[in-house]
T-cell receptor
Framework: AQKVTQAQTEISVVEKEDVTLDCVYE???????LFWYKQPPSGELVFLIR??????QNEISGRYSWNFQKSTSSFNFTITASQVVDSAVYFC???????????????FGRGTQLTVWP | NAGVTQTPKFQVLKTGQSMTLQCAQD?????MYWYRQDPGMGLRLIYY???????DKGEVPNGYNVSRLNKREFSLRLESAAPSQTSVYFC????????????FGPGTRLTVL
């Protein structure tokens, strides 16, 4: 079973529209981390944000904001006033802290391709 | 700081050939990882190394071997390449004692004919 589900495979918006990328995760751990990465057309993976399971405060960074809700196991990502440069594949990922190990393996969703049209 | 570097950037192999993908990081991270990315599949963990001298299988280890040469370097070897190994390979590193955020290299695009 997928630990991280990104139900939206592709989203297209016009510049200046707001867009929300959904992420739903599944874990039995009480301590875990959630991440968002961006993969622009050039192919590299760019880290955007890390959130731990004990911090449900929403976070805003410029035009980006993240909504973490443990009650619904969701960690959604909103881009306000989208721009063409936001066009990329966005990945949500989960890191669990297994018992006896401090290594958090990353489980990725399948990604959402966001296209922003001028 | 170069971060995580990978060589080569592109490679074409014939079925049955072998090759090694190289990865190095200069962030003094203890943990390193190899992933493959296939269309519509996200990234899947092949092998990881929690610390120098240790390696463990990930989700899709078949057909691969790894070597953690030292703290900086973690290589991925394909002993007998198969077309199913055509993919983009990413190396990453992290420091679990700190933020545990994984930082990725630029990737290697491998085609097996």
């Amino acid at each position: 079973a997928q630990k991280v589900t990104q139900a939206q495979t592709e989203i297209s918006v016009v510049e200046k529209e707001d867009v929300t990328l959904d992420c739903v995760y599944e874990t039995r751990d009480t301590t875990y981390y959630l991440f968002w990465y961006k993969q622009p057309p050039s192919g590299e993976l760019v880290f955007l944000i890390r959130r731990n399971s004990f911090d449900e405060q929403n976070e805003i960074s410029g035009r980006y904001s993240w909504n973490f809700q443990k009650s619904t196991s969701s960690f959604n990502f909103t881009i306000t006033a989208s721009q063409v440069v936001d066009s990329a594949v966005y990945f949500c990922a989960l890191s669990e802290l297994d018992r006896g190990s401090t290594l958090g393996r990353l489980y990725f969703g399948r990604g959402t391709q966001l296209t922003v049209w001028p | 700081n170069a971060g995580v570097t990978q060589t080569p950037k592109f490679q074409v192999l014939k079925t049955g050939q072998s090759m090694t993908l190289q990865c190095a990081q200069d962030m003094n991270h203890n943990s390193m990882y190899w992933y493959r990315q296939d269309p519509g599949m996200g990234l899947r963990l092949i092998y990881y190394s929690a610390s120098e001298g240790t390696t463990d299988k990930g989700e899709v280890p078949n057909g691969y071997n790894v070597s953690r040469l030292n703290k900086r370097e973690f290589s991925l070897r394909l002993e007998s390449a198969a077309p199913s190994q055509t993919s983009v390979y990413f190396c990453a590193s992290s420091e679990p004692a700190l933020t545990d955020t994984q930082y990725f290299g630029p990737g290697t695009r491998l085609t097996v004919l």
